[in-house]
């Protein structure tokens, strides 16, 4: 079955960097479109960034300059690079995947498959 892991969540200090993981198996990663979302206390989950198989990218205003998605296919892995953070980054962060037919996508929406999440806790 398709299983989505992440890793490298953890509390940290206002300003430091992070790098989330998301390894994918039990699918054919190259055709599925990836992508992060975080869910903060007492929140809705909200979209953070988002890659397609052909790797084009795209990414929240919230976290525009700061954050960098990208995937490497051969693991089978999409990465969340994650600087300046600051206390609003506070959250869980889920992995998330969908089939892509051709390269027309829908980066915000309609993922088939996701991660159990990781957490985030930055301190100010």
């Known amino acids: 079955q398709v299983q989505l892991v992440e890793s490298g969540g953890g509390l940290v200090q206002a300003g430091s960097s992070l790098r989330l993981s998301c390894a994918a198996s039990g699918l054919t990663f190259e055709s599925h479109q990836m992508a992060w979302f975080r869910q903060a206390p007492g929140k809705e989950r909200e979209f953070v960034s988002a890659?397609?198989?052909?790797?084009?990218?795209i990414i929240a205003d919230s976290v525009l300059g700061r954050f960098t998605i990208s995937r490497d296919n051969a693991k089978k892995t999409v990465y969340l690079q994650m600087n300046s953070l600051k206390s609003e980054d506070t959250a869980v962060y889920s992995c998330a995947a969908r089939t892509q037919y051709g390269k027309t996508w829908s980066p915000r929406a309609g993922y088939e498959y996701w991660g159990q999440g990781t957490a985030v806790t930055v301190s100010s």
């Open positions: 890659i397609s198989r052909y790797d084009a990218t």
